[in-house]
């Protein structure tokens, strides 16, 4: 008979056989209950949420640093070349490939999630709150400077505002659009893109995390304008980045200035559309049409 390894139940303390010490631990660290009380849903009561959480907390403590039994330990040299003798070469094989990984019904997730495995395993309260730290980590890890996008311009088609190119200009909303038309067109004013290298604006989010942004437009050289509906104006986020912009036009001798315009007419749209001078994206192409053509 081989060795037998045991632990306790975290609510009814009836004790547990495990026929290996890996199986043991792993359930250790996942707080499992003995079959008993997961057919109770035990798990899914408020007070013994807390309790797996305190009794995770507690093995978390005892099987790290000096509570992990390979603490101050080393392999051998003996031990050592060993493992550097394996052949592991059959790992690379086209043959070893195609058993381990396994495509559409024959893999194991095929039309599954981690919250579908944690609603199966925990309950749907512990794979709410498992989902809601792990999206928190998610944010944290894509904010500021650890974003791939920090400092770059946006890529034109993205965004919820109508997209597309007037005359060879790209917009980003139909606001944008508005103003080319209404404002720098009709006045013939000259003027560029905002969202270039040199005009690269560094601010600080409500969170305390570092992030750049980027106007509208570079009017006559001068002004460079951020079009916006008024009822944002007022908003934490446009004012952080308003302040941000007045202090990098003033080292720079710009004008820093929030416009908003009326937004052109469906009337007016489908006039400067069927004169072949305004095209959009793919997604509000197929809209346009569903809207218009229909």
């Not at 949420?49 to 403590?61: E, P, S, W, Y």
């Not at 944008?176 to 560029?192: C, G």
């Not at 750049?212 to 437009?217: E, G, I, K, P, Q």
């Not at 944002?232 to 308003?242: A, G, H, N, P, Q």
Request: aromatic letters at 12%; a positive charge; hydrophobic letters at 25%.
């Amino acid at each position: 008979m081989g060795k037998k390894y045991f632990r306790k139940c975290p609510l009814c303390k009836k004790e547990l056989r495990y026929t290996n010490k890996k199986n043991r631990n792993t359930a250790n660290k996942k707080c499992l209950l003995c079959s008993s009380c997961s057919h109770k849903k035990a798990h899914k009561r408020p007070e013994v949420i807390l309790k797996m959480k305190k009794v995770g907390a507690m093995l978390k403590v005892k099987y790290s640093g000096e509570g992990n039994p390979f603490y101050g330990k080393k392999h051998s040299k003996e031990t050592k070349n060993k493992l550097k003798k394996v052949d592991k070469s059959y790992t690379q094989t086209d043959e070893f490939k195609k058993k381990c990984v396994k495509k559409g019904i024959n893999n194991g997730m095929y039309g599954k999630s981690v919250y579908n495995i944690w609603v199966e395993k925990y309950g749907k309260e512990i794979a709410d709150n498992n989902q809601r730290v792990l999206n928190r980590k998610r944010s944290i890890n894509a904010s500021g400077k650890k974003n791939s996008m920090y400092g770059k311009p946006s890529p034109q088609g993205s965004g919820n505002g109508w997209s597309g190119w007037y005359k060879g200009w790209f917009f980003r909303s139909l606001r944008e659009l508005s103003y080319m038309i209404k404002e720098i067109e009709a006045k013939n004013k000259k003027w560029r893109t905002a969202e270039t290298k040199d005009l690269k604006i560094k601010y600080v989010d409500y969170k305390g995390d570092d992030r750049t942004y980027v106007a509208d437009f570079l009017v006559e050289e001068k002004e460079l304008i951020e079009v916006k509906p008024e009822k944002l104006k007022k908003s934490l986020t446009v004012r952080l980045k308003s302040e941000a912009a007045k202090k990098f036009c003033k080292e720079r001798g710009y004008i820093y200035k929030m416009e908003d315009i009326k937004i052109l007419s469906e009337k007016e749209i489908k006039k400067i559309y069927d004169s072949d001078n305004l095209k959009f994206t793919k997604r509000y192409e197929q809209m346009y049409n569903e809207r218009y053509n229909n």
